[in-house]
């Protein structure tokens, strides 16, 4: 196509395929969305335009409401040791109503401890985080590639709380409360290569003590709530906010000329 001297206008439309992941940054990988133009010259080096652009997924919860709506639960339990007595048992349990959120809902965790040791728990950590999985399909050897699947996973903490001490031969009862902020839904099928999770995490920390008892509740994140839950703004100003969290950690090359 030869183009006059003047000034010309053409407009492109493209579609975003339903199964395109979100837009995200990692340590390990990225998934990134730009438009490129090259303006070719025969007479000279062409113009090259990149202009990148923010993909978010309207994961609709209620596709899984039968699993997300029912409570979740995690328990453990660790005893102590003194020579070859062992001690009663502490025991901890953390229950969330239900397992699938949209941003601007509230997550309830309620944690039971019942200590029935005489060790004192200096404190229970609560991290609310989200959990990146980069799935490579080649390992590469000097400069050879070899066909192999390796994992790394990125943990990247969005809200931690923290319950203080719990004496020996005591019970106590907390309810801790995270907001779900604008952040991107899970993501498990539309991408072989990138991950997307989250989870509270708890570590409870026994006084004078290396041992650790940790427990994990996976939580999915969607932009489309559970029926019956409240409306949360990820609907209308959360993808805004989403669209401009992710556009302010995107590390895409912006527009040039070559």
Request: proline share 8%; aromatic share 8%.
């Amino acid at each position: 196509m030869q183009l006059p001297p003047n000034l010309i206008r053409y407009k492109f439309d493209f579609n975003i395929p339903p199964g395109a992941p979100t837009s995200m940054e990692g340590k390990y990988g990225h998934v990134r969305y730009l438009l490129q133009v090259t303006l070719e010259r025969p007479w000279k080096f062409d113009h090259n335009f990149q202009q990148p652009f923010t993909v978010v997924c309207k994961s609709d919860l209620n596709q899984s409401n039968e699993v997300l709506c029912i409570p979740t639960k995690a328990e453990n339990m660790m005893t102590f040791y003194c020579g070859f007595c062992r001690s009663r048992p502490l025991m901890v349990s953390a229950t969330t109503p239900k397992s699938g959120y949209a941003p601007g809902e509230s997550i309830a965790l309620e944690v039971f401890v019942q200590n029935s040791s005489k060790v004192t728990v200096s404190e229970i950590e609560i991290k609310f985080q989200k959990i990146l999985k980069f799935t490579s399909q080649t390992r590469v050897i000097g400069q050879t590639q070899i066909p192999k699947e390796e994992n790394n996973v990125q943990y990247e903490v969005l809200e931690v709380h923290k319950i203080p001490t719990i004496e020996g031969e005591n019970d106590a009862r907390f309810v801790e409360t995270f907001v779900v902020g604008p952040i991107p839904s899970t993501e498990t099928t539309h991408s072989r290569i990138v991950a997307v999770g989250y989870e509270l995490a708890l570590i409870v920390k026994p006084q004078a003590s290396t041992k650790r008892m940790k427990l994990n509740i996976p939580i999915t994140i969607g932009q489309i709530p559970l029926a019956g839950s409240a409306m949360p703004y990820a609907i209308s100003d959360g993808l805004q906010k989403l669209n401009d969290t992710l556009n302010e950690h995107s590390s895409a090359p912006p527009a040039y000329e070559a």
